[in-house]
Nanobody, 117 residues
Framework: QLQASGGGLVQAGESLRLSCAAS????????MGWYRQALGKQRELVAG???????TYSDSVKGRFTISRDNAKNTVYLQMNSLKPDDTAVYYCLAGDSIYDRKSAYWGQGTQVTVSS
């Protein structure tokens, strides 16, 4: 089970940190990451991290967002800086063999991020 938290309402330029806490150890989970879905749009990949620490980001967040994982706390984080109104969406965390294999992955319940201009 994945529990996402940390969303909220902020102004453009501000920061938020999302957390995704797993109920089991994440040491053996190959990949964890974050997707987001804005109203009326398809769900898109935001960032991912492997159990080896390799990260990947969408072009729209590169340089502003940082994904990290704390295996001791079974938690993955998404530090979001310089937020823009276009970042407004429901953010979902996932865990699985690959961040691109959405059908086989485990998903968290989502947390709303709203950025006002």
């Amino acid at each position: 089970q994945l529990q996402a938290s940390g969303g909220g309402l902020v102004q453009a330029g501000e920061s938020l940190r999302l957390s995704c806490a797993a109920s089991l150890s994440i040491v053996s989970i190959s990949a964890m990451g974050w997707y987001r879905q804005a109203l009326g749009k398809q769900r898109e990949l935001v960032a991912g991290i492997t159990n080896g620490g390799i990260t990947t980001y969408s072009d729209s967040v590169k340089g502003r967002f940082t994904i990290s994982r704390d295996n001791a706390k079974n938690t993955v984080y998404l530090q979001m800086n310089s937020l823009k109104p276009d970042d407004t969406a429901v953010y979902y965390c996932l865990a699985g063999d690959s961040i691109y294999d959405r059908k086989s992955a485990y998903w968290g319940q989502g947390t709303q991020v709203t950025v006002s201009s």
